[in-house]
């Protein structure tokens, strides 16, 4: 049956964090600040990844990479004595990305390299959440490789894939990946856009523009979806690609993207420095950042060492960064009026954690990291501390830490994390985080 639409919730419902040890095998629903843990799952191992996925209706979707489902979570269901987990669909693994239509109905998953030295699967997971019968999920065999991909809305969805080696951007509709046969038959895309770049690793999808954005070497490649074209309604022209250099400042590349619907930004994190991986101690990392609306685009100094993924809140964009001199996260204010540009507003030291990276060893393979989590309806920002089971909130506005979480298992590799608040609008970022 079609899911029913979430009852309206009280504003006075509190944040929500799900907290995701995918090499445990467990996940709990937290509540914020006070760490009441309101709901687990055992032996569910997030695809880290490809993430959680917000979905309308302060639902969040992820998958679980050892049984092969696509997982819907109702954060607020335990409140009114639904389960946790409002559906389960079967989908392709290991997962690699994970992405929406806006309207959260049509979804995609990817596959990618999972423990294996070499991608082998190619298999491409299109899902219907409310189709007549019930929400049906189909494979089809794609390219081989670890592809991005989003998913954009209208009266005929397109599937967007972002592959690498060679480069390109690969179109199906997505109602023809949900009429495929059966046994994961070759999918024909509609359209192909070659990319210049072999080593794309990013995306972005802008809803309101129809816009696709992907990470390269030589800058941020953008695709738009031609809204007036009735005889081509699938239709993706490709747009002049924005550069990684700004404000004087040149060099490096990202390999993240992610919007920020409070802003209507994208922002990503420059990396640049030695090409060795021992070496990352050194490695320079700027916040990138481009206005959706005005087209400015500016970079701005966090400090050298790790920095990834980063987390979207009210009022600040939250960093982590892991050094041998110290971890910190650092806040950024990215006031939303035009022409604005984002300054740091505080750095807060973070504990060291036991089997952090170390210098002259890789920052990925074998050694503890971070995960950071915030909410575009909130200011609390969560960050965990791989290895040692626990997970430091902060109030981005007070620039302090409010209280450290405890769970049960160790967060191995950091684990993930998401901050649920109540009508937050973080669906309008379509994309797994």
């Known amino acids: 049956m079609p899911h029913a639409p979430t009852p309206r919730l009280s504003s006075h419902a509190p944040p929500r964090l799900l907290v995701a040890d995918h090499v445990a095998g467990r996940i709990s629903l937290l509540d914020l600040p006070d760490g009441t843990e309101r709901a687990e799952l055992n032996h569910r191992h997030l695809a880290e990844h490809a993430g959680f996925l917000a979905l309308p209706g302060d639902l969040t979707a992820c998958v679980d990479d050892r049984a092969g489902e696509l997982l819907v979570l109702d954060p607020y269901g335990p409140d009114a004595g639904r389960p946790l987990v409002r559906r389960r669909i079967p989908v392709a693994v290991p997962a690699e990305h994970l992405a929406a239509d806006p309207g959260g109905r ?25 189709a007549p019968d019930g929400a049906v999920a189909v494979r089809v065999r794609e390219r081989t490789g670890e592809p991005g991909v989003t998913v954009l809305g209208g009266p005929s969805p397109l599937v967007v894939l972002r592959h690498r080696e060679p480069g390109e951007l690969l179109v199906h509709r997505h109602r023809d990946l949900m009429r495929s046969a059966p046994a994961c038959p070759p999918a024909t895309p509609v359209r192909r856009i070659a990319l210049p770049d072999d080593d794309g690793h990013g995306d972005a999808h802008d809803p309101l523009t129809g816009r696709v ?18 005889d081509a309604p699938d239709a993706l022209v490709s747009e002049a690609p924005l550069s990684w250099s700004a404000d004087g400042r040149s060099g490096g590349r990202g390999y993240y993207l992610r919007l920020d619907p409070v802003r209507r930004m994208v922002w990503s994190c420059v990396r640049g420095g030695p090409g060795d991986p021992g070496q990352w101690p050194d490695w320079s990392n700027d916040a990138w950042w481009h206005h959706l609306d005005t087209g400015v685009t500016g970079r701005l100094e966090l400090g050298p060492g790790l920095v990834f993924r980063l987390a979207v809140t009210a009022r600040h964009i939250a960093y982590t960064r892991v050094h041998p001199d110290g971890d910190e996260l650092i806040l950024l204010t990215a006031p939303p009026a035009a022409g604005s540009r984002p300054e740091v507003a505080a750095r807060l030291p973070l504990p060291a954690m036991s089997g952090a990276p170390r210098r002259g060893g890789t920052p990925w393979d074998g050694v503890q990291r971070r995960a950071v989590a915030g909410s575009p309806g909130g200011d609390l920002v969560a960050v965990s501390r791989g290895g040692h089971g ?9 620039a302090a830490q409010v209280t450290t979480l405890s769970v049960p298992t160790p967060l191995d590799d950091g684990g993930h994390l998401a901050l649920v608040t109540p009508g937050d609008g973080a669906h309008a970022d379509p994309i797994g985080r």
């Open 213 to 230: 954005f992907a990470a390269a070497g030589s800058g941020v490649h953008r695709a738009r979806r031609e809204q007036n074209t009735p």
């Open 390 to 398: 626990e997970i430091h909130v902060f109030d981005a506005d007070r």
């Open 106 to 130: 049509y979804l995609a998953v990817t596959t990618g390299l999972g423990r294996n030295e070499a991608a082998w699967t190619g298999l491409l997971t299109a899902v219907d959440l409310d």
